[in-house]
Each structure stands twice: as C-alpha cells, then as structure tokens.
C-alpha cells in the first residue's frame, strides 16, 4: 500500500488549498482515513478523518474551514482547506487502515510522505 500526498505550497492567510491523498494498492471503502499535521517543534496531530464505515471527524481548530472528502474512483482523498490561518502551517500526511477504530488515532498502518503547507501573515 502506497499512499501519495500533494498539493502543498506557500499561501497567505485566508487563502484556500486542496491537499490530495492517492491511494495505491487497497481500495478505500471499508478503511479509516486520516489527514494529520506536524508543525515545527511539535508534535504530529489530528486534523481531519473518516472513519472505518463512514462519519467525518475534524479537530476543534479547523471545524468549518477543512472538509475531508473522497473519490473512490480516483482512490483518491481530500482535503480541502480554507480560510487558511498561519498556525496552519505544517507539514500534513495522509493515512489509512483497516482498522475499526477512530480515525483520529494516530496509529495508523500506512502513511503518505507529506506535502508542506506554509501560510503567512
């Protein structure tokens, strides 16, 4: 299982970004997926996730701007981001399992090499 992570850049604040997450090797019906962040000098942590049979779960600090969404044609996840704010910034991976349990768990199986977002002020 391979998972490929894209569409980060250099934004300003309220700017919009799509991050994509193409999935290689498993479908993505029936798996947990997950879009978590690292921002530097901190630890990894939740911000977007579906969970194993559907459901949508976002973090307190990007509930209403981020939308986590699917293309099962494309095997392909989503994560459309707006209202960009510079605490944003970080590097985001995506994740995926099988596994039934919360998507915001960061114990996930497989995981994307990440794509960098930086917002300024």
């Known amino acids: 299982v391979q998972l490929q992570a894209s569409g980060g850049g250099l934004v300003q604040a309220g700017d919009s970004l799509r991050l994509s997450c193409a999935v290689s090797?498993?479908?993505?019906?029936?798996?947990?997926l997950g879009w978590f962040r690292q921002a530097p000098g901190k630890e990894r942590g939740f911000v977007a996730g579906?969970?194993?049979?559907?459901?949508?779960y976002y973090a307190d600090s990007v509930e209403g701007r981020f939308t986590i969404s699917t293309d099962n044609a494309k095997n392909t996840v989503y994560l459309q981001m707006n209202s960009l704010k510079p605490e944003d910034t970080g590097v985001y991976y995506c994740?995926?399992?099988?596994?039934?349990?919360?998507?915001?768990?960061?114990?996930?199986?497989?995981w994307g090499q990440g794509t960098q977002v930086t917002v300024s002020s």
């Open positions: 994740a995926t399992d099988q596994r039934r349990i919360s998507p915001a768990r960061d114990d996930y199986e497989y």
């Open positions: 090797g498993r479908t993505l019906s029936r798996h947990r």
């Open positions: 579906r969970g194993w049979i559907g459901g949508t």
